[in-house]
């Protein structure tokens, strides 16, 4: 192989299943590249994952964790990545076909003040999903952020800001990620012909696991980025919203902790500017209690509205 243009990197822990489809179907839109590598990261699985990557060995690079690391496991895969960029999926995710891995490395190469390339998110059905961090419209655009299940990064801007949190876990580390990337100057460039399917499987996905580290982690970002006094109302706004989770989910002990660990735990606090308080303005609304409260209303309203 010629040295990459691209490192298409993805983490898979205990989902043999969709590590295998994801990984058949990336295959076959690269198996005569050679602008291409993938690199598959075992976060020390158990259920045959291992044992089935390793099958793929003398096609693909293969990383096999000790223990579950959660997304330091994916950094694990980047240090290891060659080519210019980097394109980032989920053991349940895969691009809709080669052309997408074309029209990535083209955005890259022609937008030199564009750091990240997200994607647009879809099901299998071919409908777009609309997470918080992307824009409502399908245009290519400025986006505040990314979705960690498909996107692609300057392989050096990523390694210059440390990569993931890893101390994270799980959950919010795009939203990190995306505070230093806008802070270092890049762009984020949403670009809806570069598609990735998301199949979101559920295994492995607990009701706690969704309560602790949202709640916890988008903690420390809020005590890292946001302004006093309007940091107060942030932290209480995200108490709030991890408490109606963990009465959904009957995690209740799991929040205790997530918010133990999300106030206490040592931040050192970055002063930002107006035009990043701007920018961010999306993450900031879906942290704050009114703001959801007023959302639910309208759709509320709207449901009604159409009985």
Known sequence: MTSPRLSIVFLNFN????????LERVWRLCENRDDIEIIGVDNASSDGTREYLNSWSDRIRVLELEENTGIAGLNKGFELACGDYILVLDDDSYPVDSACLDLLIHCLDTNKDVGIVACRIENPLGDTVRPWHLPLTDSPQESMAFVGCGFAI???????IG????????YQNEIEVAFQVAKSGWRILYDPECRVVHREAPKGRTGWRQVFFPTRNTLWLIRKYAWFPFSIYFILSRMGIGLFRALQAREYRCFVKAVKEGLTSNIVREKQSSAMGKRFKGFWLQNSLVHQCFYLFKSKQKSVKKI
Request: glycine share 4%; hydrophobic share 30%.
């Open 163 to 170: 990569w993931y949190p890893g101390h994270f876990f799980l």
């Open 154 to 160: 300057r392989r050096t801007l990523f390694e210059s």
């Open 15 to 22: 989902r043999l299943e969709e590590t295998r489809h994801t």
